[in-house]
């Protein structure tokens, strides 16, 4: 199960930390991945992480702003969102990814709790 938190209101030019907690044993040897789903759109993946933060990828929608990092030792997986615009604003998910092809997706269907971030002007 994953667990996000730390989503709220901010201001466009403030920052949030993401947290996504997961419990069972699949965490350390997966990749990870922060999806956001704005009002009215298709979830998108904006943040990936490898299995031991070694490699990292970022949408360029958020590129040189977020920050993706994990700690396996807790199971954890954070996205600090810098310089927030207001476009930024969505639920925010984490989720376990794999790579297909030259991109990732989710290894299952389940998702877990979202947490929102809403970004005012």
């Known amino acids: 199960q994953l667990q996000a938190s730390g989503g709220g209101l901010a201001q466009s030019g403030g920052s949030l930390r993401l947290s996504c907690a997961a419990s069972?044993?699949?965490?350390?040897?997966?990749?990870m991945g922060w999806y956001r789903q704005a009002p009215g759109k298709q979830r998108e993946l904006v943040a990936v992480?490898?299995?031991?933060?070694?490699?990292?990828s970022y949408a360029d929608s958020v590129k040189g702003r977020f920050t993706i990092s994990r700690d396996n030792a807790e199971n954890t997986v954070y996205l600090q969102m810098d310089s927030l615009k207001p476009e930024d604003t969505g639920v925010y998910y984490c989720h376990a990814i794999r790579r297909y092809g030259d991109t990732w997706i989710p290894i299952d269907n389940y998702w877990g709790q979202g947490t929102q971030v809403t970004v005012s002007s």
């Open positions: 069972g044993s699949f965490f350390a040897t997966n990749a």
């Open positions: 992480i490898s299995s031991r933060g070694h490699i990292r």
